[in-house]
């Protein structure tokens, strides 16, 4: 899933020469928690609201309400941000970009095109909402997860199962950390099976994987079979 198809495209920005007052308008306004600071079309740094509330900080309980609005109408957006910001290209993936986020301890990137233009942003909650949508977790149906063997045709034997009961597939994610060599999990997501069947389903799913759990979202059924 591609950066350009969850970034957000209407990119609010702030000048370089503007008051960290200017900064907190903007993101109240706008309802944002990070700027991408510019300066003559180039950009040049990044300011979140972390930043702003780290700028107040230590004078918010010394000064007067009057004084404080003064001091913040005073202080530049320049003196604040964070200068050479770590910025993404449109067409790197999702999964890079939260790997990124990750690395550098951030909540959001500026994106560019391959000019090196800024063209959207990308905040954590924007991941999520991808995440969200890989998962399907909004179609609020079944996942069960499976300790698979690592050979071609593991996956296709446990989801052909499923679908002789009714079952839809709405995502399958794998995964081979924490597994056993030779192995790896399997965590598939569908609907379609009809809650009556669902015990022999599982007993069916065990003739050919290990099961370790069963999540129902509908009936808020939830069972561990392996720690």
């Not at 780290?54 to 530049?76: C, F, G, M, N, P």
């Not at 597939?169 to 379609?192: H, N, Q, W």
């Not at 069947?197 to 050919?208: A, D, I, V, Y």
């Amino acid at each position: 899933m591609l950066i350009k198809d969850w970034m957000n495209p209407k990119v609010i920005t702030i000048d370089a020469n503007n008051s960290m007052q200017d900064a907190m308008k903007l993101m109240k306004e706008h309802g944002i928690s990070m700027l991408p600071v510019m300066k003559k079309g180039q950009l040049v740094g990044i300011v979140t609201d972390r930043d702003l509330k780290r700028a107040s900080a230590s004078d918010a309980t010394t000064l007067e309400v009057h004084e404080l609005l003064y001091l913040i109408s005073k202080i530049k957006v320049s003196d604040i941000m964070s200068k050479n910001p770590i910025t993404i290209p449109f067409d790197y993936t999702i999964e890079e970009a939260a790997e990124l986020m990750l690395k550098h301890k951030i909540s959001g990137l500026p994106v560019t095109d391959h000019e090196g233009n800024l063209v959207g942003t990308l905040t954590k909650t924007d991941v999520f909402k991808c995440i969200i949508s890989l998962t399907g977790i909004g179609a609020r149906g079944i996942q069960i997860a499976f300790l698979l063997e690592d050979r071609p045709g593991s996956i296709k034997e446990v989801a052909d199962v499923m679908r002789a009961y009714g079952g839809r597939m709405v995502s399958i994610l794998t995964t081979y950390d924490r597994v056993p060599a030779g192995y790896r999990k399997a965590f598939i997501r569908m609907f379609g099976v009809k809650r009556e069947h669902l015990n022999e389903l599982l007993e069916e799913l065990r003739k050919k994987a290990k099961v370790l759990y069963l999540v129902d979202h509908k009936e808020n059924r939830r069972e561990i079979f392996e720690d």
